[in-house]
């Protein structure tokens, strides 16, 4: 096809997207994503402020992680279970009030009490916007699932990077108290929810008006038990996954200045670079797993990441930034994939299955960054990495997924 022929394919294929009837309430789900992630990520940024300023010891701030990450991850399979008995119109807006408060007390608290208080509020924020927003994504996607839920998991990667940046230059400079000025941003994600509260609200008396057309296609595609095997083998793709994002999320720029004595500078420009990497895996492995089905893109994406990863501890730095690259993208492919997957899976908890699934992950990706943390300091920075590499061969569980036709969920 000439070039001429493929921006015309192109522009085809994006008028077509953007046709959607449910368009804009996408981009809506992607920027309140990416508010939330943003302001969720003020928290480990400002450890080291708030470490210095309250005299804490490094227990401390593994106390604060750990609150948050009960309240951020392990609440979510419950929001989302909760909400789908009782669906509710303003779930969204109410998370940020929670998140919001949070971010007040973040602000001002001087107590130990009053840090792990404001950290829960905000987690609980994340437990209630990501099952529920992801609900709606797929709710509002219809036939174009894969391609919705990339949207919406980008707005996430995207306000989780840029939200360090923001701290950096609003708040380190000033002091803790100027973390107010995050709620600029909370007052956005409010406007933002507006379309989608009042599409979902419009959903949800189509629903009571004519409940028949939304359930025809709610039977569950396996049994019980094989659902619940499938769900673990699931589980341990997941595991694979972000015990490895974890090593390169979290230790990469220690990586790069311990074995390639680069400047701290540098090493966060190869770290943007690899930010970049999971932003465009997440947003092109939704759209092929419409195309091609959700069990290829899972099996390509985590088993594919292995030659990456395995050579990467052995390059050179420009090696280094193309392989890491490389593995981001394949990796971060994989997420749009599994969640749809495990939904329809079970077509009648949307909520449940995606608070278990996001909070599966986040909950592997923080309790992994502290068993490496451990590892790093007994092991050196290295041999992280030559042991993680071997994570993606996990993939190879993918085999025992049974293939399913990318089903219809409710419409």
Known sequence: ????????????KTKELMSMPAFPVLLALCAAHSLNDLLQSVITAVYPMLKEELSLDFAQIGLITLVYQISSSIFQPV?????????????????????????????YCTTMWGILLAVFMVGIGSATLHPEASRITSLAGRARRGFAQSIFQVGGNFGGSIGPLLVALIVAPHGRHYILWFLVFSTIAFAVMR????WYGNYL???RKHPESHTKTLSLPLSKWRTVFVICVIMVLIFSKYV?????????TFYLMDK?????KTSQIFLFIFVVSTAAGTLVGGPIGDKYGR?????VSILGTAPFSLLLPHVSLPLTALLSFCAGFMLSSAFPAILLYAQELLPTKLGMISGLFFGFAFGVGGIASAVLGNFADRYGIEAIYNFCAYMPLLGIVACLLPNLKNRELPK
Do not use: C, E, H
């Open 79 to 107: 929001v989302g279970f909760a909400f789908d008995k009782r669906p509710f119109v303003y779930s969204l807006p109410m998370g940020m009030v929670s998140t919001s408060i949070g971010i007040i007390l973040f602000s």
């Open 260 to 264: 390639f004595d680069v400047s701290v």
């Open 1 to 12: 096809m000439s070039i001429s022929g493929k921006i015309k394919l192109f522009q085809a």
């Open 244 to 252: 490895y994002l974890a090593s390169l999320s979290s230790y990469y």
């Open 205 to 207: 008396n189509d629903v």
């Open 195 to 198: 379309p989608i509260v009042r």
């Open 295 to 299: 069990k290829l893109v899972i099996w």
